[in-house]
């Protein structure tokens, strides 16, 4: 019996080792087969150190491909605490290269950790400075490559650009909304270093940076600089508070050029006020639009036929009583007996009252919230307004009248583009854009294609093309004869609003603003201006934006490359303006017939022959009157 329990002791024993030896075994087996991936990076984590590699940030460049915002490479400084053998002395000769504070650079370098960046003393060093920390030939004391944002154009587009944290990180503009894309994978440097931290002697991993997306975008930088140009000048020129200037292509919703006054460097952002840097005035800006809303409110009333611009008429005495209010025109006395395309073509502010009552409050509201104001129009970037509009429920006669003239609303200028784009390209409305295409920053190929996106029909064909001709007329017999191009068909309406100041219209500041498009039979271009508060001029819009719009479409004619017209409504002069005559065709007649033909010019010609084989400038083109007329003979 007790040789019987003696065995069963060694036994159990015996059972008890071979269970460890299987649970050890397996244990191994874990760690070796399901853990080695884990364990090994953590043990490799204990001897090796990684010197980051900052990525560059995608491009943004024009629809041509130039570059409008691209990046520079600087140098940064790390600190590897545990390879530094005299601290202080490493301290004091980093802060006197830095110009910085000794005991904070002093707590860089002595932190607890295994890499520090020196932030923000050592961060994207120029030449000079890297160079002098270099030649101190340290140990544990690094230089590092690091991107840095640079802007080539310094204030061009700097409210649609924005800028980068030094961080690389957008703060505002595209570089903010398209953040993520833009956005790269940093690289490093990698070593190993032995328990104390001091390198060894072993092969180096280099792991490449990869580069953010490249942004291009549907502007033009051809025409973004006459915008810039242009802006300017009418700063100078009147002492403006501000300036907004937008160019679209009508038929895709595409943003050729934006701008506006006061602006600011991208690369110096941080001399710029908060209230400049943080305010795009032509999606962020909200106004009374004054008379350009004319084009909606006539627009919505031609589709609607409420009216007959070329048959029905209105008697403008130079006021008209709604309820109890009295609304004046702006011409003292009025325009007389006009037809509602007269009407159109003097602003008159009467015509358009009459106009808006005919259509009805519920009406002329319901194709203002169709034509996108009261809304964001969804462009891509960050900070965009809605406007004010009144609540239908809550509108008398009286409101319906001043909404109908635009007054007692308020739009931002990227609304009132895109509802005159959708009038006159057929009734569509898009939705405006700046990025037209994503690319791979180093092969250039097109990763995604952004495609116009057209959100719906707001009037018909129909519609539209009379409202293209009504506005051809505004600036060839109009108020909008300023913005009018010889050979070229252009449509257009002035404006001319009141601010408001303290809750009461100003008697001294206006915006003065014109809206406009080329060519006016089939348009490519819409181009939209506005001053605010220009000083020691006539306050209309025609006299100071109507000129400057003028400009930015001769600058479209050439960059896009747009033809002249064959049939140009002819412009209506007066004894004040240079007046242009078509020129007659001579080609094929005699020298002495041409001669007869062109008697109002100054002739001259080349060649012995008697016929004329070639004339310049060319047949049926608007010139100067009295201008030369050079002729080839046979």
């Not at 819409?526 to 605010?532: C, E, G, L, W």
Request: glycine share 8%; net charge negative.
């Amino acid at each position: 019996m007790f040789y019987n329990e003696i065995h069963t002791r060694i036994r159990f024993i015996f059972l008890v080792i071979i269970t460890c030896l299987i649970i050890m075994i397996a244990r191994v087996f874990y760690i070796q087969v399901f853990q080695y991936q884990k364990l090994s990076e953590l043990a490799e984590s204990l001897w090796s150190r990684e010197l980051p590699i900052s990525a560059d940030r995608g491009k943004i460049v024009d629809r041509k491909g130039r570059e409008l915002a691209t990046n520079i490479t600087t140098t940064s400084l790390v600190v590897i605490p545990s390879q530094i053998k005299d601290a202080p002395r490493v301290a004091s000769d980093l802060a006197n290269i830095l110009h910085a504070n000794y005991e904070d650079i002093l707590k860089h370098i002595t932190k607890k950790t295994s890499i520090e960046r020196v932030h923000p003393e050592g961060r994207q060093l120029d030449y000079e400075t890297a160079e002098a920390i270099d030649n101190l030939n340290y140990d544990g004391v690094y230089l590092v490559k690091e991107s840095k944002r640079y802007y080539p154009y310094d204030t061009v587009l700097s409210h649609v650009l924005g800028y980068v944290g030094i961080d690389n990180q957008g703060l505002s503009g595209l570089e903010l909304y398209y953040d993520e894309y833009l956005t790269g994978e940093n690289g490093s440097i990698k070593y190993f270093s032995d328990g104390k931290g001091n390198r060894l002697k072993l092969s180096e991993i280099y792991e490449a940076p990869t580069s953010g997306i490249t942004l291009q975008l549907s502007l033009d930088l051809d025409l973004q600089l006459a915008v810039e140009n242009e802006l300017d000048k009418v700063m100078a020129k009147y002492d403006a508070d501000g300036a907004i200037a937008i160019a679209m292509d009508p038929n895709t919703g595409e943003i050729l050029a934006m701008s506006s006054r006061p602006n600011f460097n991208s690369n110096d952002y941080k001399s710029a006020t908060a209230e400049v840097i943080n305010r795009n005035l032509p999606i962020w800006m909200t106004f009374e639009p004054g008379s350009t809303f004319k084009i909606i409110t006539l627009t919505s009333a031609i589709e609607e036929k409420a009216i007959n611009i070329f048959e029905d008429t209105f008697t403008d005495t130079g006021a008209i009583k709604v309820e109890d209010a009295t609304l004046h025109c702006w011409k003292h006395g009025g325009h007389g007996t006009q037809t509602y395309l007269n009407v159109v073509e003097n602003s008159c502010n009467t015509g358009f009252v009459s106009i808006g009552l005919k259509l009805g409050t519920e009406k002329l509201m319901n194709y203002i919230h169709e034509f996108g104001f009261g809304e964001k129009t969804g462009i891509d970037l960050n900070g965009e307004g809605t406007g004010i509009l009144f609540k239908t429920e809550n509108m008398g006669p009286v409101e319906t009248a001043t909404t109908a003239f635009g007054q007692g609303i308020s739009v931002t200028p990227i609304q009132q583009v895109r509802a005159v784009s959708a009038a006159i390209n057929g009734g569509y409305l898009y939705k405006p854009h700046l990025v037209k295409a994503f690319l791979e920053s180093e092969t250039k190929t097109v990763v995604k294609t952004i495609t116009p996106e057209k959100e719906k029909q707001v009037i018909s064909e129909e519609t539209s093309k009379l409202v293209r001709y009504a506005l051809e007329s505004v600036v060839a017999n109009g108020t909008g004869k300023n913005a009018y191009i010889e050979n070229y068909r252009i449509g257009g309406k002035t404006g001319t609003a009141q601010t408001v100041e303290n809750g009461t219209y100003s008697a001294s500041k206006y915006i003065l603003s014109f809206i406009g498009f080329l060519p006016a039979d089939n348009p490519e271009v819409v181009i939209y201006v506005a001053v605010q508060n220009a000083k020691n001029v006539v306050q209309y819009g025609g006299t100071v934006s109507a000129p400057i719009a003028k400009n930015i479409m001769l600058s479209a004619i050439d960059i896009f490359d747009i033809a002249p017209s064959q049939e140009v409504m002819p412009r209506e002069y007066t004894w004040l303006d240079t007046k242009y005559v078509l020129l007659p065709d001579v080609k094929n007649l005699s020298l002495t017939e041409a001669k007869k033909v062109l008697k109002s010019f100054k002739v001259e010609y080349n060649g012995q022959g008697e016929k004329v084989i070639y004339q310049m400038p060319e047949a049926n083109s608007y010139v100067k009157e009295g201008s030369t007329v050079v002729l080839m003979l046979n």
